[in-house]
Nanobody
């Protein structure tokens, strides 16, 4: 099983980034996919979640209206489109696959997002 995130980087406040997470080794289309983030000294935060078929979405209040989760099941990929990035958004962003608690999910290695002028 492998989840590989990409798309992180440095962006100015107000800018946009699109993160990707490509999965292999399991039946992607059957799994709930989530994006988490964690910054140094802060608790891990669930950012967004999407059901296997894409019909159910959930977002943290801190990102509603700015971030959009989507998935492409034939490509085994989930995305996180981030717009209007703020100074409080920098973190390592992780994607996970699974329906249970985080400890029971598959995790990627994370991708760093930095917001700075």
């Amino acid at each position: 099983v492998q989840l590989v995130e990409s798309g992180g980087g440095l962006v100015q406040p107000g800018g946009s980034l699109r993160l990707s997470c490509t999965a292999s080794g399991f039946t992607f289309r059957n799994y709930l996919m989530r994006w988490y983030r964690q910054a140094p000294g802060r608790e891990r935060e669930l950012v967004a979640a999407m059901s296997p078929g894409g019909g159910l979405l959930d977002y943290a209040d801190s990102v509603k209206g700015r971030f959009t989760i989507s998935r492409d099941n034939p490509r085994n990929t989930v995305y996180l489109q981030m717009t209007s990035l703020k100074p409080e958004d920098p973190s390592v962003y992780f994607c996970t696959a699974g329906h249970g608690p985080p400890s029971q999910n598959y995790w990627g290695q994370g991708t760093q997002v930095t917001v700075s002028s």
